[in-house]
T-cell receptor, first 112, second 110 residues
């Protein structure tokens, strides 16, 4: 019963390096999301994908790109990491419009 | 812009009731949610309420909604140490956009 799986769980980068966070869900959900969680700020939406083949910007998209590879997978890429991108990143999926999001366990990223 | 606000910390004794409060500003919110995040884990949906309801009860959980004041609360009866977690309030607006509060860290002392 995997649900939403994110990799890696932890990553340390130097400023300017690039990396991709991977996310996969096995619940056949149409919608997928990437959030970042920072202390005292709750969750902020980076990008979302309402269905396979579509992506849209959320509240804080700058410095990130996404790819909805297929219905299962939604990746988040940092092309040139900055210390301000130090955060915990969560991927989530949802059967569209229900409001019940299923979250992965998170990926803790530190940018030095 | 529109916002969801909650206090950051709450501490209670085991066996007491906990009340976590949330205010939101968007009158078009259709559903309001409570999510729970345990240490090192993602968020899990705890309960939700439709905006035309004023109360929902589910075992030890009671959700109260005052739509006029845009105030949502989550009451946990007989709070246990296993209830220690961060609780997030969220609202659904524009039918598909969700906005989260900053989260309330509940600490339950034995």
């Amino acid at each position: 019963n995997a649900g939403v799986t994110q990799t890696p769980k932890f990553q340390v980068l130097k400023t300017g390096q690039s990396m991709t966070l991977q996310c996969a869900q096995d619940m056949n959900h149409n919608s997928m999301y990437w959030y970042r969680q920072d202390p005292g700020m709750g969750l902020r939406l980076i990008y979302y994908s309402a269905s396979e083949g579509t992506t849209d910007k959320g509240e804080v998209p700058n410095g990130y790109n996404v790819s909805r590879l297929n219905k299962r997978e939604f990746s988040l890429r940092l092309e040139s990491a900055a210390p301000s991108q130090t955060s915990v990143y969560f991927c989530a999926s949802e059967e569209r419009g229900t409001g019940e999001l299923f979250f992965g366990e998170g990926s803790r990223l530190t940018v030095l | 812009g529109e916002d969801v606000e909650q206090s950051l910390f709450l501490s209670v004794r085991e066996g007491d009731s906990s009340v976590i409060n949330c205010t939101y500003t968007d009158s078009s919110s259709t559903y309001l949610y409570w999510y729970k995040q345990e240490p090192g884990a993602g968020l899990q949906l705890l309960t939700y309420i439709f905006s035309n309801m004023d109360m929902k009860q589910d075992q030890r959980l009671t959700v109260l909604l005052n739509k006029k004041d845009k105030h949502l609360s989550l009451r946990i009866a007989d709070t246990q140490t296993g209830d220690s977690a961060i609780y997030f309030c969220a609202d659904l607006y524009n039918n598909n956009d969700m906005r989260f509060g900053a989260g309330t860290r509940l600490t339950v002392k034995p």
